[in-house]
């Protein structure tokens, strides 16, 4: 938790809302397109944060829409709890990768496991390499270049991610 009593999640949510007023789903699926390649979201944890950030008194309610959506809007408090968690120290960066767990595990699958792995996640990382290219491209297009730094990290990845597993044994 940062200094300022949120969390990582919390401050994308707060810094999305400086776009404008956007319901949970409206945030998630901009989340998804402005952050999803470097930053990812649950939807339980954004429908988990926008009350505890109403009752931080840093986003407030706005008129219900269809189906009983709930738009969210920043408030000035919610601008300074984000503008003081860009300042806070952001701690250590914690890696979990799922198909490196089960790499760990190599020993207890079969060599057609393995390969199956290691080539859904070279697929995988090839298609989101592209993707991270072409919208890092598409940012600096348009100007943004912290945008465009940000999707360079995740370049950086996809690329590291595929060197490595051109590596991985499959026994």
Known sequence: MAQTGI??????????????????????ATAEEKLGRYWSMTRSQVYRELPALAEMGYVKLGKPGPRSSQPYAITPAGRRAFLRWLTDEPGRDTLRNSVALRIAFGDKQSAAQLRKLRDTAIDYHTEELARSRDQAREARKEGDEFGAAALEFAVGYHRAALTWLKNVPTK
């Open 7 to 28: 969390n990582a999640t919390a401050a994308a949510l707060l810094g999305l809302l400086h776009e404008g007023q956007m319901t949970g789903g409206q945030l998630m």
